[in-house]
């Protein structure tokens, strides 16, 4: 079965601290692993798709990366406005459409 | 349409009761999924449709769910009989089968309450 382990549960950083959120899984052949982020009250919203070890992908404070274990999503001089939860998932190879979650990384930013 | 949409936002029904929940994907997009979120969790599959047809339901958690999509558009998730165990968000999510990618894009989820 598919699993998704996502840490630390929760994050606390100052403005401009750097940090790495970590998601790790297990998974009977990749097809893609994702990131998403959730606000409260909202549906997640689309980051990031890998689907090859080596590959990142940036955008704006956010890069991901992935391994053929993990995924990190290392944010840079982080903002209030980052503040939200990280959802990362995994897509299995084979045709099965279904996407696996993990519990997520709850990021709060302190001004 | 520009994103998921889905209706009710929010749903507060009585132990029992039937309910009805849509979806309604991007535009062009063929393949439709439910997700169910408790809180503190991530999202769990339910059910997803490539055209009209359900193409698994592996993830519906017992027979009182059941999601119809008649003309390969709008989707709708049936609930009889409902329990308190049921109350969660439910999320909807469309792709462009086919498409360059596998992104699955989410709609704001209807949060569903049984008293």
């Known amino acids: 079965e598919d699993q998704v382990t996502q840490s630390p549960e929760a994050l606390r950083l100052q403005e401009g601290e750097s940090s790495s959120l970590n998601c790790s899984y297990t998974v009977s052949g990749l097809r893609g692993l994702f990131w998403y982020r959730q606000d409260p009250g909202k549906g997640p919203e689309f980051l990031f798709t890998l689907y090859s070890a080596g590959e990142e992908k940036e955008k704006e404070r956010l890069k991901a990366t992935l391994t053929k274990k993990e995924s990190f999503l290392h944010i840079t001089a982080p903002k209030p406005e980052d503040s939200a939860t990280y959802l990362c998932?995994?897509?299995?190879?084979?045709?099965?459409?279904?996407?696996?979650f993990g519990t997520g990384t709850r990021l709060t930013i302190i001004p | 349409g520009a994103g998921v949409s889905q209706t009710p936002s929010n749903k507060v029904t009585e132990k029992g009761k039937y309910v009805e929940l849509r979806c309604d994907p991007i535009s062009g997009h063929t393949a439709l999924y439910w997700y169910r979120q408790s809180l503190g969790q991530g999202p769990e599959f339910l059910i997803y449709f490539q055209g009209t047809g359900a193409a698994d339901d592996s993830g519906l958690p017992n027979d009182r769910f059941f999601a119809v999509r008649p003309e390969g558009s709008v989707s709708t998730l049936k609930i009889q009989r409902t329990e308190r165990g049921d109350s969660a968000v439910y999320l909807c999510a469309s792709r462009q089968a086919g498409g360059p990618t596998d992104t699955q894009y989410f709609g704001p989820g209807t949060r569903l309450t049984v008293l």
């Open positions: 998932a995994v897509k299995p190879n084979f045709g099965n459409e279904k996407l696996t």
